[in-house]
Every structure is written in structure tokens, then in C-alpha cells.
């Protein structure tokens, strides 16, 4: 089975300091793995993706997360924040079903970002 | 990449009534899915529908609840079906382009509240 886990549903960073929302996953399988950000009223947009090619991933809007196999984690992180940086942000792994894609994602619980100025 | 709208995006609604949702795609797309967000909560995927056959439902969903309807490779409709104050959710289309590309898509939601 597969499973994602984002540590700490709220994360509180100042404007201008360094932005690091924690995900771990769970799959026996090499896995595909995502980054949504949820503005409020918005429906999700990707920030970045992880398909087993280079390690570091870079995304949109100066966010970046980092596959480490041995850690099971895939960390996103920005070194500055934004006000505009202010969303939910959703990591997510895609469901494999024996050796097929299946196309479904599970979701992690969400983390919460505020930015203070 | 692909598009996504849905209507409505939002409604308010009486309990006992239903709401269907639609979803529409500007290319074709074998498998639709859709996910509801309960308020402060995650994603949670009701169900995949494919054109040409039976929706196929997760684990807590089934059809008399949320039947879904998929006439053809652009477009599919979520019911929600007696609906209670619970059913308050966000309700999301996401497709997952062919040839089964790395990258799903998202609608922008829709916002029910049934009062």
C-alpha cells in the first residue's frame, strides 16, 4: 500500500526566510511524486513533480523538493518566502496497482502556510 | 496539459435535494476522476470514471450516493444524491492525460454547501 505523510498541518514562516514543508511516502514501488498548492477558492495546481529522473526537482514560483530514497521523504523548499507564497500545499503520490499506473493520487493531509511580513 | 471546468462553482443547497456537477475537458481523455475535499481536510478520491463503462467506486462510495455519468471522452457529470449537511465539500475533476502522462489536472472545484 501506498501512503503520504506531511509533517505539521501549519508551518508560519516571516517574509524573506526559508520556506521547508515536510512530506514522507510510503510504497514499494519507485514512486511518483507531486506537489499541489491550493490558493483559497482555487482548485490545485502543480508545483512540481518527481518521476524517478534527477533527484532535485524544480518547480514553479522558486519551489524546489528533493527525492532521498533512503529518508522516504520528498521535502519542498523555497529560500525566500513570499506573501503570495500563502496556500495549502498538498503532497501526493501516485497509486500503483501491480505494474500499472493507474492514474489516482493519494494526498497527503496538507500543510497550511502562512507568511507573516 | 489539459483544461478543466466545471460548473458550478459553487451552489448552496437545501438538504434531501441533489446537485449534479459537471466537468468538462478541452481534449479527450480515457479515465476522469473525482475527488472531494471535506472542509480543512485532504483529497479523497470518490471515484474513477471511464467512458463506455460502470464508474468504479472507492471504499466508502457508492453509486446510488454520487452516480457519475460519462457519455463521452471530454465530459462527465458527479451527482450527489440526497444530499445532507455532510455532503458540504469541495468537489474536484481531475484527468490524467494519454497517454497516461506523469501529471494529473485539476478543475477549480466545486464549492457546495447544503444547508
Known amino acids: 500500500a501506498q501512503s503520504v505523510t506531511q509533517l505539521g498541518s501549519h508551518v508560519s514562516v516571516s517574509e524573506g526566510a526559508l520556506v521547508l514543508l515536510r512530506c514522507n511516502y510510503s510504497s514499494s514501488v519507485p514512486p511518483y511524486l507531486f506537489w499541489y498548492v491550493q490558493y483559497p477558492n482555487q482548485g490545485l495546481q502543480l508545483l512540481l513533480k518527481y518521476t524517478s529522473a534527477a533527484t532535485l526537482v524544480k518547480g514553479i514560483n522558486g519551489f524546489e523538493a528533493e527525492f532521498k530514497k533512503s529518508e522516504t521523504s520528498f521535502h519542498l523548499t523555497k529560500p525566500s518566502a513570499h506573501m503570495s507564497d500563502a496556500a495549502e500545499y498538498f503532497c501526493?503520490?501516485?497509486?500503483?496497482?501491480?505494474?500499472?499506473?493507474?492514474?489516482?493520487?493519494?494526498f497527503g493531509q496538507g500543510t497550511t502556510l502562512q507568511v507573516k511580513p | 496539459s489539459a483544461v478543466i471546468s466545471q460548473k458550478p462553482s459553487r451552489d448552496i443547497c437545501q438538504r434531501g435535494t441533489s446537485l449534479t456537477i459537471q466537468c468538462q475537458v478541452d481534449s479527450q481523455v480515457t479515465m476522469m476522476f473525482w475527488y472531494r475535499q471535506q472542509p480543512g481536510q485532504s483529497l479523497t478520491l470518490i471515484a474513477t470514471?471511464?467512458?463506455?463503462?460502470?464508474?468504479?467506486?472507492e471504499s466508502g462510495f457508492v453509486i446510488d450516493k454520487f452516480p457519475i455519468s460519462r457519455p463521452n471522452l471530454t465530459f462527465s457529470t458527479l451527482t450527489v444524491s440526497n444530499m445532507s449537511p455532510e455532503d458540504s465539500s469541495i468537489y474536484l475533476c481531475?484527468?490524467?492525460?494519454?497517454?497516461?502522462?506523469?501529471?494529473?489536472?485539476f478543475g477549480q472545484g466545486t464549492r457546495l454547501t447544503v444547508v
Open positions: 501526493a503520490v501516485r497509486r500503483v496497482s501491480g505494474s500499472s499506473n493507474t492514474g489516482k493520487l493519494i
Open positions: 470514471a471511464n467512458q463506455g463503462s460502470e464508474a468504479t467506486y
Open positions: 481531475s484527468v490524467d492525460p494519454e497517454p497516461m502522462n506523469t501529471e494529473a489536472f
